[in-house]
């Protein structure tokens, strides 16, 4: 590689990755990236002409092509076309995008609500306009990159408690100038683990302190509670957490992100946040389908129930197999393996017999900790969740994961 005739640290990056990248493809461990040729009924992919069972969606409720969210975006071009005229605060806010918010709110149990282009600007926007020199934010250490880039961007000092380590975050929290704005910060259902975050006691560190907390939901919003609407559903509270954050690229099977929280601090979001002040709004049939997607968690409870099934199913079965799934409780299953290269062969492995499922590797996540990390949908048939155990379980047996 000769970029600008130089050997600068640009320079090795660039090419400490491609390296990488190609060592992996020769050898037929790289699965990243892949084209899916089309969407199966039953949480079922086509790549490469072959049809493979899907565990490796965030469709948790196996929303994707749902008739009437499809008909609630074509319906949306037909009215306003597939673009705006333009940022939401001068000419591109619709009455969708206002419908989608009141939609928000409501399933939130909040105030309001304010939508953003993704999830990961919303909490890179969210955060640093919150937040600002001189303040503290308080982050789990295994919150998702949009919260951590957040939480840089905005310039307060950043503490990082372990992993759901209350005790942890309390001694930060005593430590920190009493007088100082704070932001406990956290993901709901940790994405990499699929455990759950400790509401309640994070709720009451949170009063104690006089701190403000903001829940990441990207995870959550149609796992958690039984009728699918996210964590404090699940822990039996009312409208606890300040900022309610969450993507409507998962579940909700669209793109954007959103926070739901009190009138004045949307209000204040709305113009002062500069991911929605300057960068364009939503387009008509991603907010449309975003919209319904919402109002078809509430009408089809079945969905989330299904989901809770199939995810016991799939947590049960590895463990009885003697595969080590960490402490996920939800659809996020770490299939644990050890060593990055474990991962990638066990990707190989699964993906040769049509399991889509991917690793994930350090640096995502610490040396050792290699696993494949499968999800669960609500549109597998308990048959195919069987099979897919079947190909991971002689997987692991080949690789001497398991017995
Ligand atoms: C996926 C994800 C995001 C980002 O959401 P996008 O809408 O995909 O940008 C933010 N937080 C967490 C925890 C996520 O898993």
């Known amino acids: 590689m000769d970029f600008h005739n130089t050997d600068d640290s640009v320079t090795r990056r660039i090419k400490a990755m491609t390296d990488r990248i190609s060592g992996l493809k020769a050898n037929d461990l790289y699965f990243y990236n892949q084209p899916v040729e089309e969407i199966l009924p039953g949480s079922k992919v086509r790549v490469n002409?072959?049809?493979?069972?899907?565990?490796?969606?965030?469709s948790y409720l196996g929303l994707v092509g749902h008739p009437r969210i499809n008909e609630a975006a074509k319906k949306a071009v037909d009215k306003f076309g597939t673009g705006t005229n333009g940022v939401r605060t001068l000419a591109g806010t619709l009455t969708i995008h206002t419908e989608l918010e009141e939609t928000i709110a409501n399933f939130k149990h909040a105030e309001a609500a304010i939508t953003y282009s993704s999830g990961y600007a919303t909490n890179l926007s969210v955060i640093s306009t919150l937040?600002?020199?001189?303040?503290?934010?308080?982050?789990?250490?295994?919150?998702?990159?949009?919260?951590?880039?957040?939480?840089?961007?905005?310039?307060?000092?950043?503490?990082?408690?372990?992993?759901?380590?209350?005790?942890?975050l309390e001694g930060l929290l005593k430590n920190a100038p009493a007088d100082v704005a704070k932001l406990v910060i956290a993901d709901s259902v940790f994405s990499m683990d699929g455990d759950i975050i400790d509401l309640p006691k994070m709720l009451e560190l949170t009063k104690k302190y006089h701190a403000w907390l903001m829940i990441d939901e990207a995870h959550?919003?149609?796992?958690l509670g039984k009728k699918g609407t996210g964590i404090e559903e699940y822990f039996g509270l009312g409208?606890?957490?300040?900022?309610?954050?969450?993507?409507?690229?998962?579940?909700?099977?669209?793109?954007?992100?959103?926070?739901?929280?009190?009138?004045?601090i949307i209000t204040y979001l709305r113009h002062a946040s500069r991911a929605y002040i300057f960068s364009a709004?939503?387009?008509p049939a991603q907010a449309a389908a975003a919209n319904e997607a919402f109002k078809v968690i509430l009408d089809e409870p079945e969905r989330v129930e299904k989901l809770n099934l199939n995810t016991k199913q799939f947590i049960g079965g590895l463990k009885s197999m003697g595969f080590d799934t960490m402490?996920?409780?939800?659809?996020?299953?770490?299939?644990?393996?050890?060593e990055d290269d474990v991962a990638f062969a066990?990707?190989?492995?699964?993906?040769?017999?049509?399991v889509f499922v991917l690793p994930v590797v350090s640096p995502a996540v610490p040396e050792g900790l290699?696993?494949?990390?499968?999800?669960?949908?609500?549109?597998?048939?308990?048959?195919?969740?069987?099979?897919?155990?079947?190909?991971?379980?002689?997987?692991?047996?080949?690789?001497g994961i398991i017995k």
């Open 327 to 338: 402490l996920t409780e939800t659809a996020i299953v770490p299939v644990l393996c050890g």
């Open 131 to 168: 937040m600002g020199r001189g303040d503290y934010v308080f982050s789990d250490k295994l919150n998702h990159a949009s919260i951590v880039d957040g939480c840089l961007m905005s310039g307060a000092e950043f503490r990082r408690f372990r992993h759901n380590d209350m005790a942890h």
């Open 239 to 264: 409208d606890e957490i300040d900022i309610k954050m969450g993507t409507l690229s998962k579940t909700i099977p669209s793109v954007g992100g959103y926070v739901a929280a009190k009138k004045e």
């Open 346 to 354: 066990m990707t190989r492995e699964a993906q040769h017999k049509d």
């Open 370 to 399: 290699a696993r494949l990390r499968a999800t669960v949908t609500a549109a597998h048939d308990p048959s195919e969740i069987e099979r897919a155990m079947d190909v991971i379980g002689e997987a692991g047996k080949k690789l």
């Open 220 to 223: 959550s919003l149609g796992v």
């Open 281 to 283: 709004a939503l387009p």
């Open 49 to 58: 002409g072959r049809e493979m069972g899907m565990y490796a969606s965030y």
